[in-house]
């Protein structure tokens, strides 16, 4: 049977891969409270520090569990959905996937692949999540291919595949729409992750599965 070794969480919010030294500049360009002032660099370069920190701590542990596949959740930002077509829960069952192709366009820090980067996906775990779920009274989209090329999958999970892995771990991509009203409601949200679970416990395969969630976990508080 499939075994769940481990659940992890972390932001992808935009100053995860900015360099300190643009940070308040970023922050600047937003709507903020006057209450709350932009911190020194010295306190940036602090924070940036404990933040990939963390990363490495998150990437050690999964490689310490001996993970064989990833389960990543996230939301989609226009990368793969657009109001033609927008669902609330959509799970990728290719067996590949990429990094958008474009060039950044600011520096960056952390761990990046290089645009337009190939990552494995894992099309035996995605049909079992998609049909698992579907049978516990759920009706996600589905993607065989990349919906759209030249934007890449969702930028949250290609963090997570960035910073968690060696670039070769298998992920089953699910993108969620949590920025788009109407988005999907907290309750609905727990509710998918525990027939999720379900799956994987039910799974008869031997794979070790490592679920990793990642998003914004603040932008504007506040606001």
Same mark, same amino acid.
């Given at each position: 049977? %499939?075994?769940? !070794? =481990?659940?992890? *969480?972390?932001?992808?919010?935009?100053?995860?891969? +900015?360099?300190?030294?643009?940070?308040?500049?970023?922050?600047?360009?937003r709507p903020i409270r006057a209450d709350v002032p932009n911190e020194s660099l010295d306190t940036n370069r602090a924070k940036a520090y404990r933040t990939h920190e963390g990363f490495r701590v998150l990437r050690e542990k999964i490689s310490e569990l001996r993970t064989d596949v990833l389960v990543v959740f996230s939301d989609d930002q226009l990368e793969?959905?657009?109001?033609?077509?927008?669902?609330?829960? %959509?799970?990728? !069952? =290719?067996?590949? *996937?990429?990094?958008?192709?474009?060039?950044?366009? +600011?520096?960056?820090?952390?761990?990046?692949?290089?645009?337009?980067?190939?990552?494995?996906?894992c099309p035996e775990l995605a049909t079992e999540v998609l049909t698992g779920v579907m049978s516990r009274g759920f009706d996600p989209a589905f993607c065989m291919d990349m919906p759209k090329p030249d934007r890449g999958l969702a930028g949250g999970i290609i963090r997570s595949a960035?910073?968690?892995?060696?670039?070769?771990?298998?992920?089953?991509?699910?993108?969620?729409?949590?920025?788009?009203?109407?988005?999907?409601?907290g309750m609905r949200s727990y509710q998918f992750g525990q027939a999720v679970r379900e799956v994987i416990d039910a799974s008869p395969s031997d794979m070790r599965i490592a679920v990793v969630a990642s998003g914004g976990l603040w932008h504007t508080p506040g606001m």
């Open positions: 049977m %499939a075994k769940l !070794v =481990g659940t992890f *969480f972390h932001s992808h919010g935009g100053t995860t891969s +900015l360099p300190p030294e643009l940070w308040v500049e970023r922050r600047n360009n793969c959905f657009d109001f033609n077509n927008y669902p609330a829960f %959509a799970v990728y !069952v =290719g067996s590949k *996937f990429r990094k958008s192709p474009r060039e950044p366009n +600011l520096s960056m820090i952390g761990r990046h692949a290089d645009p337009g980067h190939e990552f494995d996906g960035e910073e968690l892995t060696d670039f070769t771990l298998p992920i089953v991509p699910i993108m969620m729409n949590l920025y788009f009203a109407p988005q999907v409601t």
